[in-house]
């Protein structure tokens, strides 16, 4: 008997992705850089793969063992993501940057996992839904810096720097839980709160 090593029917991956970005340079005091990418990945997930996004593995683990596993298992994940970074020189020679970020939310499906003896193999997990039915919270944050140096003679410098983090305090959804059950969404991760904090730099 000779056995032969092949790749699995259907099991391949497919990705696209499509960014643009503008630069304009430190001009009439301020300056600005924005991007924005769109990725689309078409790919296989067996039932009972931690999946989410884009970041599933494309591995062999993933290919369906059984007709449940292959439930919903292939899916076409879209995402998206943007930056926008500009510095404004205000009067005095303070200087003020910013930067604005923008991400789509993971996309996730329902899964339920049987309970013992309900198959004749063991528990298994098994999609519910197609893996891109749904989709968390998209995540707009915005982060600042006011920057302000004097000069102490010498070649030595002092800096004093305040940021702002989450300037808008967004509070949205980074995980959830996806099993079926009574903690169905229940939420595990969502975007650190507003914080502010000063400080020096000193140059020398």
Same mark, same amino acid.
């Given at each position: 008997v000779r056995n032969y #090593?092949? &790749?699995p029917a259907s099991f391949d991956q497919r990705y696209h992705s499509y960014s643009v970005s503008m630069d304009r340079r430190l001009r009439n005091n301020w300056q600005l %850089? /924005? @991007?924005f990418t769109v990725s689309r990945i078409d790919e296989l997930i067996k039932g009972g793969i931690a999946a989410g996004g884009t970041a599933a593995s494309f591995t062999?683990?993933?290919y369906p063992r059984n007709? =449940?596993? /292959? #439930? &919903? /298992? %292939?899916?076409d994940w879209l995402s998206w993501n943007g930056r926008v970074m500009g510095t404004y020189i205000l009067p005095f020679h303070v200087q003020l940057g910013g930067v604005f970020r923008m991400q789509s939310g993971e996309q996730f499906a329902r899964r339920f996992t049987t309970r013992t003896r309900e198959l004749n193999y063991g528990n298994q997990t098994i999609w519910a839904e197609p893996l &891109?039915?749904?989709r968390l919270? =998209? +995540? $707009?944050l915005m982060d600042m810096r006011a920057e302000k140096v004097f000069s102490l003679g010498h070649g030595s410098r002092l800096a004093l720097m +305040?940021? *702002?983090?989450? +300037?808008?305090? @967004?509070? /949205?959804? %980074? *995980?959830a839980n996806t099993a079926s059950g009574v @903690? $169905?969404?229940r939420v595990s991760s969502i975007v650190n709160p507003r914080v502010l904090k000063l400080g020096m730099r000193l140059t020398y």
């Open positions: #090593l092949t &790749n %850089r /924005a @991007s062999l683990d993933n007709p =449940n596993e /292959a #439930l &919903n /298992a %292939r899916t &891109n039915a749904n919270d =998209n +995540v $707009y +305040v940021d *702002a983090f989450n +300037v808008f305090n @967004s509070a /949205a959804i %980074r *995980a @903690s $169905y969404l």
